[in-house]
């Protein structure tokens, strides 16, 4: 369904001769939120608007904003102090990204 989630990323000097190429193919945690965001948005009937919840790091890790608009989704309205907080829309269509400690990663 997504393609693009992976990061590739230089391996460490001890994993060098396990991977194939020159690159280890990564799945971050924020990936995995988006894209199950995005499949429950895709997948469940009159289902207008998820949560996601990533920490600091996970925002580290992965380009959760650029990510969100390469699918159509706007920033409509900026949360808190980062740069990827906030609601995305795209059409009637909305993703909520808070950094809320004590919140699972993904709600509906």
């Known amino acids: ?30 990936a995995v939120m988006l894209a199950y965001g995005m499949h429950l948005l895709l997948t469940v009937p009159d289902l207008l608007t998820v949560e996601l919840h990533p920490d600091g790091e996970h925002a580290k890790r992965f380009e959760i904003a650029r990510w969100l608009w390469a699918r159509g989704f706007v920033l409509k309205e900026a949360e808190g102090k980062t740069a990827y907080c ?8 909305s993703i909520v990204v808070t950094s809320t400690p004590g919140k699972g990663d993904v709600s509906r």
């Open 86 to 93: 906030g609601t995305y829309v795209n059409n009637q269509q």
């Open 1 to 30: 369904m997504f393609d693009d989630p992976i990061v590739e990323l230089d391996p460490p000097e001890n994993r060098r001769g396990k991977c194939h190429g020159s690159k280890e193919r990564h799945l971050t945690e924020a």
